[in-house]
């Protein structure tokens, strides 16, 4: 099989979902239930591939859920129903992962390209880098980067995790070391960018201008 074909094999269940909904950054209660999971994963997901015509060939797949406070609260739902975990057990996951969200923005990421070696972002000899960037011009470094090792949970609750994938878990700060934020109160849409020798892509969330994003509250700055 070749690779551009393993490349739309890989993208296929997250292109099943088409078109890509807006997204609000805000706070607050939710009501969902464990069935809301699969809804709410497409909603905060994306995924690009960077081709180059004159080669046809698949250069970068990038996909990429961020785990904003939407996106925490139906994954806890979900989780705490597979594992039957109790009322209080929940109360504390929940409160303990939305208040990750207060300083930080974090992103499940999984890459595929065309050399194995290429795509690893933790190593030197990577062919990529990875920016947070916003509608105003902001593009903010990670202040984490992580090479996950995937398992039950990532093949289960992402279900574009491949072993023919690099996975990644990214971490950006709210604010940066000058004090504003990295995501811009009035951008218009927030995204990741990969660029490199051979190209670049991104992947982009549209926010929903008529959602209130107060209820996110202030970042907070905190020592990594």
Excluded at 32 to 37: A, C, G, L, R
Excluded at 120 to 147: F, H, M, Q, Y
């Amino acid at each position: 099989m070749s690779r551009r074909l393993v490349a739309l094999a890989l993208a296929l269940p997250v292109l099943a979902a088409c078109g890509s909904p807006q997204v609000s950054l805000g706070g607050g209660p939710r009501e969902y239930v464990p069935s809301d999971y699969e809804t709410v994963f497409r909603r905060w997901t994306r995924t690009e591939q960077l081709i180059t015509l004159s080669e046809l060939d698949d250069m970068l797949t990038a996909s990429a859920t961020f785990e904003s406070w939407d996106f925490r609260w139906a994954y806890v739902v979900r989780y705490s129903a597979d594992y039957r975990l109790t009322v209080e057990q929940r109360r504390e996951l929940l409160q303990r992962t939305l208040a990750d969200t207060q300083v930080k923005y974090e992103f499940y990421v999984a890459l595929y390209g065309t050399k194995w070696k290429w795509d690893d972002l933790t190593k030197p000899t990577s062919a990529w880098i990875v920016r947070l960037i916003d509608e105003k011009g902001n593009e903010t470094a990670p202040s984490r980067l992580e090479l996950v090792k995937p398992g039950p949970l990532e093949f289960r609750y992402f279900d574009y995790t491949s072993t023919l994938r690099h996975c990644f878990r990214i971490a950006f700060p709210r604010i940066s070391a000058s004090g504003k934020p990295t995501i811009a109160d009035d951008a218009k849409w927030f995204g990741l960018r990969f660029a490199g020798a051979q190209g670049n892509e991104e992947l982009r969330w549209e926010i929903d201008t008529n959602a209130k994003r107060a209820a996110l509250g202030p970042p907070r700055v905190v020592d990594e």
